[in-house]
């Protein structure tokens, strides 16, 4: 959709709308709201985590980034669906205020991160449209990316929202918007330890500028905090690594309130290690707007080197989840563990089997590897077979963070799409751990369709895995490409992880097009979670 370049659309809810500049500026003022403000008091709304409406029970989120919308394939549709039966809002770039129309390809919903960015209670949802072609010049900027915020009410949100629509030139000061950006490629939000709302922006197919070069796809993220917003890559004061072509810096993003974590899963290790991966970690501590480094990883680290080796193709951070963590020493979550997916990694001489390593992050920077593990570590369930990414997504939880964190509190649940179930091919399944463990396989399970907690039964190219989210009790799957005669428009499942452990049958929650109040629009539901 063509759109004014480095314009913000704003609609409130008075029915005022305009298009607003605000190249360099670091904030703007809409309906009485200041964008990234501090908190305020929250005069009507109770809620926390992902509660819309404010009544203090978690809503929970839906994309289908695939789903036709007014006739336009691949426009993308995001569903709310919530709490206590009171019903669905569904949302797409054809909601009045959005400022820009469903396009073909738009992939509206392609990420989601929420967190109450102006203070009122009410939980407010960030969308990316990172194949959303901007305007500039007369001429489109394809691919270039689009970021909507969405504001939550006790009303709920969708139609009638206060709603904030940027291209990156608007949010970031001195960007411009260039075609393959993917602005919003990926986001993170929340709350950081100062109070503030926080969101972190992915532009992995950001080109940076070194000395007069400028290197394509070398990727960076937009930090914003309170009012400060900042652009940070790989040549900003105190981040680790370099900037090369390629690096894809903001592919993968993950969050708590003191860290979060910056995959660069093209990030070339040595000279010719293209694609091995990295990861970025930063707290959430600002100076001069900038958060601060902590440290860089990968799998050729020197002077504390992780299990593996850095390899072509490896992808080390396409995938990351992090959590808090409490060492016996504090009484609060100082630290946290970072899950990191390398869905590309080579076991022994099979290509594309995947690993998955779990750190322990601590104020100072210091890390700790905790695991490193596949398919083919002793004592865990199955083998590592070529093609099944062990790793492409992972969703770690502290089920219990308000105490000392031992084994019992923390699960991981590892997506494995490409695997083969019963002999049929690219069925996918979920691999959970008890990652603190002292034996990895001490307490693993396999999650496929049609046996314990997963419904349905496994078709080929389900890809289950490729989708996954993990609540403090809940584990969410999505299998947005199912094959089930059942569920041929994707389907979402919600499973207690106590269900998971086998201590209780609470039941697994079923949610799909068609059924239970959602209406039977989709291509490919639940395809973030």
């Known amino acids: 959709m063509r759109v ?26 809409v309906g009485g709201t200041v964008i990234g403000a501090g908190p305020a008091v929250a005069a009507t709304c109770a809620g926390t985590g992902s509660d819309f409406n404010g009544d203090g029970l978690v809503d929970n989120v839906v994309t289908d980034p695939q789903a036709t919308v007014n006739g336009v394939p691949q426009a993308g549709l995001v569903r709310v669906l919530y709490a206590g039966g009171k019903g669905v809002s569904e949302i797409s770039q054809a909601t009045p205020g959005m400022g820009v129309a469903p396009e073909r390809g738009d992939q509206f919903g392609s990420a989601i991160a929420w967190t109450d960015f102006n203070g009122d209670g009410c939980t407010d949802l960030a969308i990316g449209s990172p ?32 709603i904030e629509s940027y291209t990156q030139a608007a949010f970031t000061p001195g960007a411009n918007n260039e075609a393959g950006d993917r602005f919003a490629y990926a986001l993170q939000a ?15 197919g950001e080109g940076v500028v070194v000395d007069g070069v400028n290197h394509v796809n070398a990727g960076a993220v937009v930090y914003m905090q309170g009012t400060s917003r900042v652009t940070v890559t790989q040549n900003s004061e105190g981040v680790p690594g370099v900037v090369e072509d ?29 694609a091995a991966g990295g990861v970025a970690v930063f707290n959430h501590t600002l100076s001069a707007g900038m958060p601060t480094p902590l440290l860089g990883v990968d799998q050729a680290a020197v002077g504390e080197p992780l299990t593996g080796v850095a390899e072509s193709g490896d992808r080390f951070g396409a995938a990351l989840s992090m959590t808090g963590y409490r060492p016996s020493s504090q009484t609060y979550n100082s630290d946290a563990l970072l899950a990191i ?24 920077g210091k890390y700790t590897e905790i695991k490193a593990f596949d398919a083919g570590t002793a004592n865990v369930e199955g083998d590592p077979a070529a093609g099944d990414f062990f790793g492409q997504r992972v969703a770690i939880t502290n089920t219990d963070t308000s105490v000392v ?22 069925a996918g399944a979920i691999h959970v751990f008890n990652p603190l463990d002292a034996d990895i396989g001490t307490a693993d399970k396999i999650l496929k369709r049609g046996s ?25 799957v999505g299998i947005p490409y199912s094959k089930d005669s059942a569920t041929t428009k994707g389907v979402l499942y919600t499973m207690p992880w106590t269900d998971i452990d086998g201590t209780t049958q609470v039941g697994t929650k079923t949610f799909q097009p068609g059924v239970g109040g959602l209406s039977d629009i989709g291509t490919a539901f639940a395809t973030v979670g």
Not at 131 to 160: K, Q
Not at 190 to 197: C, E, K, M, N, V
Not at 407 to 418: D, H, K
């Open 4 to 29: 004014f370049s480095g314009g913000v659309v704003v609609k409130t809810r008075s029915g005022m709308s305009g298009i607003i500049a605000v190249l360099g500026l670091l904030t703007a003022t």
């Open 246 to 274: 390629g690096d894809q810096f903001g592919a993968a993003l993950a969050g708590t309130n003191r860290y979060f974590a910056v995959g660069e899963p093209g990030e070339t290790i040595g000279t010719d290690a293209v």
């Open 341 to 364: 997916g390398t869905p590309g990694e080579s076991i022994g001489t099979v290509p594309g089997a995947g690993g998955v390593t779990v750190l322990r992050i601590e104020p100072s």
């Open 190 to 204: 929340g709350t950081a330890d100062s109070g503030q709302p926080y969101l972190v922006v992915g532009v992995p």
């Open 131 to 162: 194949n959303e072609d901007t305007g500039g010049d007369g001429s489109d900027v394809r691919d270039a990316g689009f970021l909507h915020i969405i504001y939550g009410s006790m009303s709920g949100i969708g139609t009638g929202s206060t």
């Open 405 to 426: 964190t031992t084994t019992s509190t923390v699960r991981l649940a590892v997506g494995v799409p490409g695997r083969d179930v019963d002999g049929v091919r690219d």
């Open 452 to 476: 314990g907690v997963l419904p349905g039964a496994p078709n080929a190219r389900d890809f289950t895995g490729v989708a996954l989210r993990s609540g403090t009790s809940v584990l969410y």
